[in-house]
Nanobody, 121 residues
Framework: QVQLVESGGGLVQPGGSLRLSCAAS????????MGWYRQAPGKQRELVAA???????NYADSVKGRFTISRDNAKNTVYLQMNSLKPEDTAVYYC???????????????WGQGTQVTVSS
C-alpha cells in the first residue's frame, strides 16, 4: 500500500555532493518522523539523520556539518543533502518513515528499497 522510493544516489568523487530524495506514495493520511539510514559493506545499518514532523533534526556525529536533512510535507518527501563526501560515506542509503495509512489507525514504520552512494577517487 505505502511505498518509499529513494533517488539521487550515484558515484561521486571525494569532496563532491549528492542530494538524495525519498518520496512516499500510496494510501497516506499522515507522516510523523522521517529519516535516513545507511549500511556500508560489513557494517551495521546506522542512523544518519532524522527529522520530526515539526522540523527538529538530529545527525550522526560522523556527518554533522556536512549533511542536511529536510522535508516537504506537501510532497510527502524527505531529502538528504550530502556535501564534502568522503569514501567512508559509501553505503546503501535507506529512507525510513512513520506513516499513518488510515485515519482509524496509528502510525507504522516503513522502509525504502535503498539507493547506492559510492564515493571514490
Amino acid at each position: 500500500q505505502v511505498q518509499l522510493v529513494e533517488s539521487g544516489g550515484g558515484l561521486v568523487q571525494p569532496g563532491g555532493s549528492l542530494r538524495l530524495s525519498c518520496a512516499a506514495s500510496g494510501s497516506i493520511t499522515g507522516i510523523n518522523g522521517m529519516g535516513w539510514y545507511r549500511q556500508a559493506p560489513g557494517k551495521q545499518r546506522e542512523l544518519v539523520a532524522a527529522v520530526t514532523s515539526g522540523g527538529s533534526t538530529n545527525y550522526a556525529d560522523s556527518v554533522k556539518g556536512r549533511f542536511t536533512i529536510s522535508r516537504d510535507n506537501a510532497k510527502n518527501t524527505v531529502y538528504l543533502q550530502m556535501n564534502s563526501l568522503k569514501p567512508e560515506d559509501t553505503a546503501v542509503y535507506y529512507c525510513n518513515a512513520d506513516i499513518r495509512v488510515s485515519v482509524t489507525s496509528w502510525y507504522s514504520n516503513h522502509w525504502g528499497q535503498g539507493t547506492q552512494v559510492t564515493v571514490s577517487s
